[in-house]
């Protein structure tokens, strides 16, 4: 199986000495998975012929690290020297708005894997000579959520001035958390052939997952170059409700007779 989920963002923030800062929105990931089915006999002969079904997968995500809040341009520090001649020798001191590294962000990551389940009925339904099945259910999922804060900070050691000598600090901090979620789930499934005891399928489905646990902070405590002292940096992260998943795939069924 393979799809995409979508997870929205309420805010995500991070408040540092460099100031408090927010923003909001979505991310957007991929995952490739397998799971098992088994389902009961038919319980009812007659429209529809209801079956119980349950099943289980998992799923690795193709995510990379979100910066879901980002001021400046945060990472590494680099402090360029200002050499024109190229003959070793700053030409002049360098300013503090030209260190790389500045900046406060707030990062987000899936981590693989996802463990999804699930329990539902199966209606079968014939149309346009076809064999449909269509399966509600109610859904879970959990998945680890990696949070990420960083602050790079460069100050000059004179007071009032705005270039170098000067000192910085850069701090990281990573945080990870289960996710958990629970809500519907929709498949439709075509039967596309058989062989022997063999059945193949093609589906296709979603499900809406309410989230039990949205909320994550992370810390992050740097040393200044000069050793004057530390700083303390804070993200803070709040997922939307409701998250969403859709995907396809194929099914192979084993119905011995």
């Known amino acids: 199986m393979g799809g995409g989920r979508f997870l929205g963002v309420e805010e995500a923030a991070v408040s540092s000495p460099r100031g408090d800062f927010a923003s909001e929105g979505g991310r957007a990931i991929g995952y490739l998975g397998a799971r098992m089915q088994l389902l009961t006999p038919v319980l009812v002969e007659g429209v529809g012929r209801p079956r119980l079904f349950v099943h289980v997968g998992a799923a690795t995500t193709f995510d990379e690290e979100d910066r879901v809040q980002n001021e400046g341009a945060p990472g590494g520090i680099v402090i ?119 059945r193949l399928g093609f589906w296709a489905g979603g499900a809406l997952y309410y989230q039990l646990d949205r909320k994550m902070r992370v810390e992050a405590v740097g040393a200044w170059s000069d050793a004057s002292g530390t700083v303390v940096s804070r993200s803070d992260y709040t997922r939307l409700r409701w998250d969403y998943r859709a995907g396809l795939g194929l099914r192979f069924h084993w119905l011995p007779e």
């Open 80 to 198: 360029p020297i200002i050499d024109n001649n190229s003959d070793g020798i700053p030409d002049r001191p360098t300013p503090v708005a030209a260190i790389q590294g500045q900046g406060s962000g707030t990062g987000a990551k899936t981590e693989p894997p996802s463990v999804m389940a699930g329990i539902g009925i199966d209606f079968e339904l014939r149309a346009a000579d076809r064999i449909f099945h269509v399966k509600p259910s109610i859904e879970w999922i959990m998945e680890d959520e990696r949070l990420k804060t960083v602050t790079g900070i460069a100050e000059p050691l004179t007071p009032g001035l705005l270039v170098c000598p000067c000192r910085t600090v850069l701090a990281r901090g990573v945080e990870t958390e289960a996710r958990h979620g629970i809500g519907p789930g929709l498949e439709v499934e075509v039967e596309a052939g058989r062989v022997g005891p063999l």
